[in-house]
């Protein structure tokens, strides 16, 4: 998914550098020095296999290289599979005053039946500031608009109908006074199948606390997805091997989980949630890490405090009518408009303990860390849920795209991500 840009509150603080006072850091000096060559390697690899999306070729192959790794470094790994419904667009007909335009991608909610719409279209041009959509009046408006104007910044709006189209297409439009069009959708409901990949280090002794540490697997369709999210993943497999040759006490049981198809809309971790609501009762923290090979941060979500969260902890509060199924079609012609999921994207479960061990440890690496809002992927699932969880993330790399390839992976904002993440996850069971 993308990020939610519009509803993010990023602040900078920065870091001092090691205080001589600082107490020990959890993780000890063992840290693995060919820790971040290591994760790079593992992008290289699932790079090399390309897109690995859902029905994508590569998608098998990478899901194999994952599992094997886990079991190369001595973890036993069950394969959860998931079944999900999503809609294929067959045809757009979009005219507008008798114009033919194909559009690039359309925002709708194909589970509510509806395909045919038409009327009167409110043009939101490529330059349109918050201020301006403010004003527009889009609760539910059939709003015509073209990049780089942002998808989830229109939503927050609740309007009926999204459509983008190209940029010229958007200039012809604008010149015109006539503005009234119809759109017809042609398409079908289909099945698709995906998989997470759940590797377990169980406690040694009695201990029944739980923290996941995950990295969506997937990548965006015709990308090779280099740092989103084969980074997070070759982080996450080396935080594997590094807390499996741990030698003191974790302190509890860390399930490593890479999600399968977040693409298309958070599924496999939805899917997870729906299937351990039980296990769940005892997981005192999701650390989610995806795309964080950029340039600049990282940044960590550490903003909102808790807000929203439900009384049933583990509970989804993301509507029934689209449970298991995806929010963004296939070759992505189609993205979801639903206001009851703006509504879960909203909720924050970020306790302040976990902001302090954030911060704590950020001090005593002498890292610069980005206190984030919401950065929308799997660990939000988790939040809207009740569970504590948080997420790292870089920004400044092409996404979703050809160009995400290993050439821009930064190493050492990998390095920064796996300490970060273990010296937390170690705190927050000695925390609890
Ligand atoms: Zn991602």
Not at 38 to 66: C, N
Not at 98 to 110: A, C, K, M, S, V
Not at 278 to 285: G, H
Not at 297 to 307: D, H, R
Request: aromatic share 10%.
């Amino acid at each position: 998914m993308k990020p939610i840009i519009a509803l993010l509150t990023i602040a900078y603080i920065t870091c001092c550098g090691i205080s001589e006072s600082a107490a020990q850091i959890a993780i000890g000096d063992g840290f693995p020095v060919d820790f971040a060559e290591r994760a790079f390697q593992h992008i290289v690899r699932l790079a090399e296999i390309g897109p690995r999306s859902p029905d994508a070729t590569g998608e098998k192959q990478a899901f194999q290289y994952i599992c094997q790794q886990f079991e190369s470094i001595g973890l036993d790994v069950e394969v959860e599979k998931f079944d999900y419904e999503t809609f294929r667009i067959d045809k757009i007909d979009f005219t507008v005053c008798g114009q033919t335009i194909e559009p690039e991608t359309i925002g709708f909610n194909p589970y509510f039946g509806r395909r045919h719409f038409g009327g009167s279209a409110l043009l939101v041009g490529p330059d349109a500031t918050g201020d301006q959509l403010n004003e527009m009046k889009l609760r539910d408006a059939i709003v015509v608009t073209t990049s780089p104007v942002e998808y989830f910044s229109l939503l927050f709006f609740n309007p009926r109908l999204i459509v983008y189209v190209s940029n010229s297409d958007f200039a012809t439009l604008a010149a015109k006074d006539c503005l009234s069009f119809s759109l017809f959708v042609d398409g079908a409901f289909e099945t698709s199948s995906s998989a997470n990949i759940v590797a377990e280090l169980a406690s040694e002794s009695p201990h029944d606390k739980e923290v996941i540490v995950s990295a969506h697997w997937d990548s965006y369709r015709n990308s090779p997805g280099a740092d989103d999210n084969a980074s997070g993943v070759g982080v996450l497999l080396e935080l594997a091997r590094f807390f499996t040759s741990y030698e003191n006490d974790i302190g509890g049981s860390i399930k490593f989980i890479s999600f399968g198809a977040e693409e298309l809309g958070v599924v496999g971790s939805r899917a997870y949630l729906d299937g351990h609501r039980s296990d769940l009762a005892d997981c005192i923290l999701v650390f989610n890490i995806d795309q964080v090979g950029g340039p600049n941060g990282p940044a960590i979500e550490m903003l909102g405090g808790v807000e929203g969260i439900p009384d049933r902890i583990g509970f989804t509060q993301f509507p029934i009518r689209i449970r298991n199924r995806a929010l963004e079609g296939p070759e992505g012609r189609w993205r979801i408009i639903d206001t009851g999921l703006i509504d879960a994207f909203m909720v924050t479960n970020r306790p302040p303990w976990l902001v302090d061990l954030i911060e704590t440890s950020s001090k005593q690496f002498g890292f610069e860390i980005r206190p984030a809002g919401n950065l929308g992927a799997d660990q939000q699932v988790f939040t809207q849920a009740g569970i504590v969880a948080t997420s790292i993330g870089t920004s400044g790399n092409h996404h979703h795209g050809p160009q995400d390839v290993p050439a821009q992976i930064n190493k050492d904002k990998l390095e920064i991500a796996g300490k970060m993440v273990a010296n937390v996850v170690l705190l927050s069971f000695q925390q609890q």
